[in-house]
């Protein structure tokens, strides 16, 4: 009751200072820089994995360089059919699929650029998250037969659209007496996708696979086997040196984690120097606690002394000016937890608003390699604020609070 007349009465009357005020939004809005950065820090690196294990495959078996049995050396399966029957078998498989893959150059409407070409069978494509059924796509996948599905970024860079034709010229043609001739043949387009993340919607092409096998002269060959599993996350040793024996005695395991393993070991490293840095920005705004339970204290020194007088304890004391700089803790991390809420599940709009303000192009999905800033408001992210604010909060409010709790009554009455 004390402490709740205190927070109560105005500055005139020696109650809370201005410093209070300065240390109640320092901490809110310290909290609600915290948990939009968390957020934040959530959504792109869910939107990155599921991105990496949407388009992509899971892991990758390629075959080692070895000898056939006409003497050829290659690094190609043979019998890829029965290696992904072989794969697929697995318990914690999804789909295996064999695939040609190589570089080439496109060039339509006096245009060039670079692309990479997947060989894939029209029911794998389809099978494929953001790029077949369901996914953010124009065309029809049931032609796939007669052309070639592109991505999303290479159509607007080639200023193509369903039904063009675009030509592709790989390097690795047809040897002659004077060497190899570049390989040039042209494709309709059928099918076009955003995959959602910039360096796939604009270097991807699929083409099917025994028209891939032909252009690339892989005539009865595939180069690997995507392998899709129902835990990507959870692929460890055991499960590769499975898939390895699966695939046969050339077989080699690339996994996701293998060409995207930086990214995310970018991200982890961020997060925690991120949540360091807010972390003090965090314990700077308690701090100010201390200044105004200070001045508190200090003008509430004849209250003090007169109620130690009728009895009151040391403990009691404690008590009231710890519950008025918890008090402020606690009202400062209850609204920075409803801002930073509302930041996270409004961001597209404030995002939108921030963009029009400054005249568009903050966001440059060429560097970023997603389309928007992305948020994820996560419990324990949420729990991880709260804990943090209200901890330093009680932590430094203990200070001020026992220097009133000892303050010597006689002393504080002296001069009244």
Not at 212 to 235: C, S, W
Not at 353 to 358: E, I, W
Request: hydrophobic share 50%; charged share 20%; glycine share 12%.
């Amino acid at each position: 009751m004390i402490a709740w007349r205190y927070l109560r009465a105005k500055r005139a009357e020696g109650g809370v200072s201005v410093m209070t005020w300065i240390s109640l939004i320092g901490i809110t809005l310290a909290v609600f820089a915290l948990i939009a950065t968390l957020s934040v820090r959530a959504g792109f690196r869910a939107e990155f994995v599921d991105t990496i294990l949407g388009a992509n495959a899971h892991v990758t078996i390629y075959a080692a360089r070895h000898e056939t049995a006409d003497g050829r050396t290659i690094s190609s399966f043979e019998d890829y059919d029965a290696a992904a029957r072989d794969v697929a078998a697995l318990e914690f498989v999804t789909r295996a699929a064999p695939m040609v893959r190589g570089q080439v150059m496109i060039t339509a409407n006096s245009r060039n650029a670079g692309a990479e070409v997947y060989g894939m069978r029209a029911d794998d494509v389809r099978s494929i998250p953001r790029v077949g059924d369901g996914a953010d796509a124009d065309g029809d996948l049931a032609r796939y037969g007669e052309g070639i599905a592109i991505g999303s970024g290479i159509a607007r860079e080639l200023g193509v659209g369903l039904g063009d034709r675009i030509r592709l010229i790989s390097p690795d043609g047809v040897k002659t007496a004077f060497g190899t001739s570049p390989r040039v043949s042209a494709y309709e387009v059928v099918y076009i996708f955003t995959a959602g993340r910039y360096d796939i919607d604009r270097t991807r092409i699929y083409m099917p696979l025994d028209a891939a096998q032909t252009y690339f002269n892989r005539e009865g060959l595939a180069d690997e086997l995507e392998v899709m599993v129902k835990h990507p996350e959870a692929i460890g040793t055991d499960a590769q040196i499975a898939l390895m024996q699966a695939a046969g005695p050339y077989g080699n395991v690339w996994t996701w984690k293998d060409s995207s393993g930086g990214f995310l070991r970018a991200l982890d490293i961020e997060d925690n120097v991120m949540f360091v840095i807010l972390s003090v920005l965090v314990l700077i705004a308690a701090m100010n606690i201390v200044s105004g339970l200070i001045m508190l204290v200090k003008n509430k020194g004849r209250d003090i002394g007169i109620l130690r007088t009728m009895g009151l304890t040391e403990g009691s004391v404690l008590r009231i000016f710890f519950i008025c700089g918890a008090f402020t803790g606690i009202i400062g991390t209850g609204l920075g937890v409803l801002l930073g809420c509302l930041f996270a599940i409004y961001i597209d709009p404030i995002f939108s608003l921030v963009n029009y303000v400054s005249g568009g192009g903050v966001w440059d999905p060429a560097i970023r390699g997603i389309y928007a800033l992305p948020a994820k408001l996560q419990l324990g992210d949420v729990m991880s604020a709260v804990g943090l604010s209200l901890g330093l909060s009680f932590v430094v409010t203990i200070f001020p609070a026992r220097r009133a709790a000892r303050m010597n009554p006689v002393e504080a009455l002296r001069y009244e």
